[in-house]
Structures are given as structure tokens and as C-alpha cells.
């Protein structure tokens, strides 16, 4: 994969750039501010890029609000954020729309380079992923008005799986649950959150989209 990397800790860009390099990629430039970032992304036009949020000059939301634009411009542009803090407000921005390619990893929490990896490739190739605690802490922001009232608690435990980027398999595992029960707790989160089946749309995504955006 080609990657633009915006990390203003100048050893954790270059054990970025090192790590990436190492697994056969290419890291076509590694910049530490948003401003950068920008410049970089529309030069290069990368497979995926990492950011970090708090960069300077403010060290508050540089980052996110770069990712944000940077996606407007083009949705579908792949960004995976990675960072110590969840920042609610700008990281819904983030998740808004329909056209996938984004993640949200906090630093702290990931524990193997592996999946750190994994992540950065599931980005890449258009899907979401966000870490649990990423998830907690926006469904804690959200009401349950509209459409969200008739889940279930299991419901939204499946919901919040969903978010995180799980598959019936690992929802499965992770729940207790079989893989037909799965597959039932989501056709019905789908037919209350009024999705019907679609095409051109990913039906998973816009399901933890509209829990969000309620």
C-alpha cells in the first residue's frame, strides 16, 4: 500500500514509516502537521493514510478536522485515525456518509502490531473500524430517540459489535450467540432502523450511522 502518515511525534512517525517499510509498504510522506497532511494526501493520493488529532499549532483537533475535509473532498478517502483521545463531536463528522474507508484506533489500546496491520489493510480495502472503547464512547453521547427506541438492549450490544467492524462469526463468539441468531439480531436491527436490502449501499455501515447520528 502507498500511506501518508501525520504523526507531530517525530520518533513514533519514524517507527511508523520504519514498521511500514519492514511489512512492504510504502510510506510516499510522513508529515506532522494537518496543513502537511493536506498538501500530502492531494499530491499523492495515497492508498490510506494515518492520522493523528492533536497536532500543532493548537495540539487539540488539527488532525481530525483535516481527515474531515480531506473526505469531503473525496469521500472514500481512506483514513485511519490513530490517536490517544476519542474526540466525539469531529470523530461523528468522520463516520458520516456512506462511502466506508475509515477507522478509529486509540493508541493505548492496541495491544499487537498485527492488528494494528490488519486494521490499516481493512481500511485501505473501504470498510470501518473502530476500536470498542471508540464505540462506547459515542453510543454514550447518543440518545435512543426515533427509530433507535424499538432496539432491544441485545439489539444495540449487536449494533455496537457491528461497529467495531465484527462479523457474524466474531459477533457470535463475542455474544454467546449462534451464527443463525446473529443473523437474526441483524435483519432486525435492519428492518427497525428502516434498511432494506440495497446494492449500493452497505446496510452494516449506515446501521451504526444512523445509531450515531440519532
Known sequence: MRIVIAED???????????????????????????????AVREHQPDVS????????????????????LRAEKPGCAILVFSQYVETN??????AGEAGAVGYLLKDRVAEVSDFLTA?????????VLDPEVVRQLFATT??????AELTPREREILGLMAQGRSNSAIAAEAFLSAGSVEKYVT???????LPPSDGHNRRVLAVLRYLDS
Request: no cysteine; glycine share 12%.
Open 143 to 148: 440518545g435512543h430517540a426515533g427509530p433507535l
Open 120 to 128: 490499516l489493510e481493512r481500511v485501505a480495502a473501504g470498510e470501518t
Open 50 to 69: 494515518i492520522v493523528d488529532i492533536r497536532m500543532p499549532p493548537t495540539h487539540t483537533d488539527e488532525g481530525l478536522r483535516a481527515a474531515i475535509d
Open 90 to 95: 469531529y470523530a461523528k463528522q468522520l463516520l
Open 9 to 39: 511525534s517525530a520518533i513514533l512517525r519514524q517507527g511508523l514509516v520504519e514498521l511500514l517499510g519492514l511489512r512492504g509498504h510504502e510510506v510516499v510522506a510522513a508529515v506532522k502537521d494537518a496543513d502537511d497532511l493536506r498538501v
Open 188 to 194: 432486525s436491527i435492519f428492518g427497525k432502523l428502516g
